[in-house]
């Protein structure tokens, strides 16, 4: 049986502020949050430390659905109050919650570093030089005003991009390729 989780609330980060090498000069000039923001919220990898915190509904096996990450601490709501517990663990799917209650666990995600594990720099440097640069090009700063017609048309702007071209930058930029393996935690 797997327990379930309810809600996942992630601290908010001051700035991540890192650009991998290799940019083109337009592409450097964009704030590297906008990019790591959708890159991380695309994939189950954190880069930067922050608290989350997970209200999960036992009993059964639960998973970490972020990584990496190190438990801090884990309650349970017993008597109208939450009340540090244990779980057991590890269980096949990472801990085992014994009862029918709700849990709350915080854990430090995201203190990862490129020093310890040099091979998911690649993966995460080229989907960052790639939605980058597709955002980057061609200078069109507000796409919202561009709208394109049933037949393929945008109202008298030919060759601008249509109207989806933000929100599914990753997908068209092949960013979302490349981080397809890391949609994940290992182990989920």
């Known amino acids: 049986m797997r ?7 992630e601290s908010p980060l001051a700035e991540r502020g ?7 000069e337009d592409a450097s000039k964009l704030e590297p949050d906008e990019i790591w923001v959708r890159l991380e919220a695309y994939t189950a990898y954190r880069f930067w430390p922050r608290e989350v915190v997970w209200n999960v509904e036992g ?10 990450a190190t438990i801090e601490k884990v309650e349970a709501w017993l ?3 939450w009340t540090e517990t244990t779980a057991y663990g590890p269980s096949p799917h990472g801990l085992n919650f014994p009862s029918d209650a709700l849990y709350r666990i915080t854990a430090d995600v995201g203190r990862w570093s ?17 939605l980058a640069e597709y955002i980057a090009a061609d ?28 929100p599914k930058a990753l997908q068209l930029s092949g960013a979302a390729d490349i981080l397809r393996n890391y949609r994940r935690a290992p182990g989920c």
């Not at 327990?3 to 609330?9: D, F, I, S």
């Not at 490129?114 to 790639?130: K, W």
Request: with cysteine; proline share 11%; hydrophobic share 30%.
């Open 18 to 24: 890192v650009r991998p090498p290799g940019l083109s």
């Open 79 to 81: 008597d109208d109050a």
């Open 114 to 130: 490129s020093d310890t594990n040099t091979c998911l720099v690649y993966p995460f440097d080229e989907a960052y030089r790639r």
């Open 59 to 68: 009993p059964g096996d639960w998973s970490v659905p972020l990584y990496p």
């Open 139 to 166: 200078g069109i700063p507000n796409y919202s005003k561009i709208v394109w017609n049933s037949v393929g048309r945008s109202g008298g702007h030919i060759g601008l991009r249509p109207y989806y071209w933000m």
């Open 3 to 9: 327990a379930t989780t309810l809600e996942q609330y």
